[in-house]
């Protein structure tokens, strides 16, 4: 093993180097901590990657069906002189196209529901919630603010019209 500072030969139970004084144990704990990468980072180093991956999937799909659009009108349509064939070819094509295309959005978009999904049931009013209220018997019945607001106005009303 060797020195990082200087290159001079070390054993593994140096704390220092001895040629340049450099503290062996920060290196070796700051090589420990960048090589054991939090799994939060690792998990966002993957998403990059797939997002990478699916966009380059995309644009070689999407490059592929502009090939084969432009064989179609080339090669059926204007060399073979089959308008009808090679219109039809590029509806089946496109509607091919369009339909794996929204496919592959729907299972993004569940795959996105499912992320968030247990955010969502960790909310008031689920199953687990009810076992932690209070018994009916010990809770006390709190009279609301509005409760008795007609029978006010009503009483209300009635002063004014002795007064006048």
């Not at 991956?53 to 060399?79: E, F, K, P, T």
Request: charged share 20%.
């Amino acid at each position: 093993m060797h020195c990082p500072g200087c290159g001079s030969k070390i054993s593994g139970a140096q704390q220092f180097c001895r040629a340049c004084g450099l503290d062996l144990e920060q290196v070796s704990r700051f090589l420990a901590a960048q090589l054991l990468a939090s799994p939060r980072e690792l998990q966002g180093k993957g998403q990059m990657i797939e997002r990478w991956g699916s966009n380059l999937l995309r644009g070689s799909l999407g490059l592929l069906y502009v090939a084969l659009c432009w064989i179609i009108i080339d090669q059926v349509i204007i060399g073979g002189g089959q308008a009808l064939a090679g219109l039809a070819l590029l509806m089946i094509l496109t509607g091919i196209t369009l339909g794996s295309a929204l496919k592959g959005y729907a299972s993004s978009l569940r795959k996105s529901l499912n992320k968030h999904e247990p955010l969502r049931s960790t909310g008031i009013g689920s199953p687990e919630d009810e076992t932690k209220l209070l018994p009916k018997s010990q809770v006390a019945s709190v009279s609301s603010v509005t409760e008795h607001t007609t029978e006010l106005l009503m009483v209300e009303g009635k002063r004014r019209t002795k007064d006048a």
